[in-house]
């Protein structure tokens, strides 16, 4: 999943963002097994959705290394619908997420905790009335050009008939800023656990650009 995103800082408290990728999509089992009596679509791939917002500090002290910050944003469904043959790279309808963040460092490492509520709107929001989510990472500077980094991702849907799902997956990768211009990240996302939920394993590559 390549993601390009492009941020531009309003003040030195205000960022404004935005940005979108290109979603390879792959059901492993039916690879491992075609012969299956598997009736729907395995594969796809194409633009996925968009996402623009900004992202407010709202507090910052630098004797205790610790920064605050609201995030808030609307992603728009420019990916694709699955179908019959494909599966989609959107959630097929709009959204509204805000979070808190809370950035600490110690030292030569960086941690840092998110929680936020995803508000679906529109048509084709169907049964889906939101999905909270938590994260805590956390980094190591090796270099200035280098900075692995570990994270925790939980997140649980909430529909208005049925059962729910949820979701805990684990994320490791690489963080590479070049400059103060541009960082290049990449990593691995792997599901854990969760209810309602597939397994699944996501490659990610991003290059983030800042003015």
């Known amino acids: 999943m390549p993601q390009v995103w492009l941020t531009v800082g309003a003040t030195d408290d205000l960022d404004?963002?935005?940005g979108t990728g290109y979603t390879v999509m792959r059901d492993l089992a039916f690879d491992f097994d075609p012969n299956d009596a598997f009736d729907g679509p395995h594969r796809?791939?194409?633009?996925?959705?968009?996402?623009?917002?900004?992202?407010?500090?709202?507090?910052?002290?630098?004797?205790?290394?610790?920064?605050?910050?609201?995030?808030?944003?609307?992603?728009?469904?420019?990916?694709?619908?699955?179908?019959?043959?494909?599966?989609?790279?959107?959630q097929e309808f709009w959204s509204w997420e805000?979070?808190?963040?809370?950035?600490?460092?110690w030292g030569l490492w960086t941690t840092s905790a998110e929680v936020g509520y995803s508000l679906p709107f529109g048509d084709k929001r169907g049964d889906e009335r939101g999905t909270l989510t938590a994260n805590l990472a956390a980094g190591y500077h090796v270099f200035k050009w280098l900075?692995?980094?570990?994270?925790?991702?939980?997140?649980?849907?909430?529909?208005?008939?049925?059962?729910?799902?949820?979701?805990?997956?684990?994320?490791?990768?690489?963080?590479?800023?070049?400059?103060?211009?541009?960082?290049?990240?990449?990593?691995?996302?792997?599901?854990?656990?969760?209810?309602?939920?597939?397994?699944?394993?996501?490659?990610?590559?991003?290059?983030?650009?800042?003015?």
């Open 16 to 18: 404004v963002f935005a």
């Open 44 to 90: 796809g791939s194409n633009i996925s959705d968009t996402q623009a917002g900004v992202q407010w500090r709202f507090w910052k002290s630098e004797k205790h290394a610790l920064e605050l910050a609201y995030l808030s944003a609307v992603t728009m469904p420019t990916g694709t619908d699955t179908g019959r043959r494909r599966l989609g790279t959107s």
């Open 98 to 105: 805000q979070a808190l963040l809370a950035t600490k460092d």
């Open 147 to 211: 900075q692995p980094e570990a994270e925790l991702n939980y997140s649980a849907s909430f529909v208005s008939r049925g059962s729910g799902s949820d979701r805990l997956a684990a994320t490791a990768g690489l963080l590479f800023p070049l400059n103060d211009t541009v960082c290049i990240g990449a990593g691995v996302q792997q599901a854990l656990t969760g209810r309602n939920e597939d397994k699944s394993t996501t490659v990610l590559f991003m290059v983030r650009l800042w003015w």
